[in-house]
């Protein structure tokens, strides 16, 4: 049996180039279209995935994202062992889905943040690091 600590301490570990994209689409689709449904498997155990279900705004005006020059569209992703729903996330496609960046938090001195996990994540789907440090700095958005 594996545990919801153990499978988030594996997702938290593990480096972008340990996941694979899948599209799930049975209709032909441009490539460059983030608006389809997506799937990234990890490697080292193939029950572990984080799908892209679907769109939740598609023009996300938030304080952090007002400064980009391009639109930004939320999404729900379900991180998943085997069939199992272990967690899900809000993880935002910013500036023309250049980037992903899970919905940050303010601390307690009003700063934005995400946790070193929820990078893991964004950096997974952005499938970049740079790019994703990038936008992380440009929407002075903090990891602690």
């Not at 799930?24 to 080292?44: G, I, Q």
């Not at 930004?72 to 960046?101: C, K, R």
């Amino acid at each position: 049996m594996v545990s919801k600590s153990k499978i988030r301490d594996a997702v938290g570990k593990s480096e972008i180039e340990n996941w694979e994209k899948h599209p799930f689409t049975m209709h032909p689709v441009r490539s460059d279209d983030e608006s389809m449904r997506a799937c990234w498997v990890y490697e080292h155990d193939v029950n572990l995935r984080l799908e892209r279900t679907e769109a939740l705004a598609a023009d996300v005006e938030q304080e952090w994202t007002a400064e980009l020059p391009a639109p930004s569209h939320s999404y729900e992703y379900y991180l998943f062992y085997g069939t199992s729903p272990v967690e899900s996330h809000v993880i935002v496609s910013v500036d023309e889905h250049n980037a992903a960046i899970p919905l940050p938090e303010r601390d307690e001195d009003g700063n934005r943040y995400i946790t070193p996990y929820q990078a893991t994540l964004g950096r997974v789907v952005t499938g970049d690091y740079q790019d994703f440090e990038i936008y992380l700095d440009w929407t002075d958005i903090e990891i602690h």
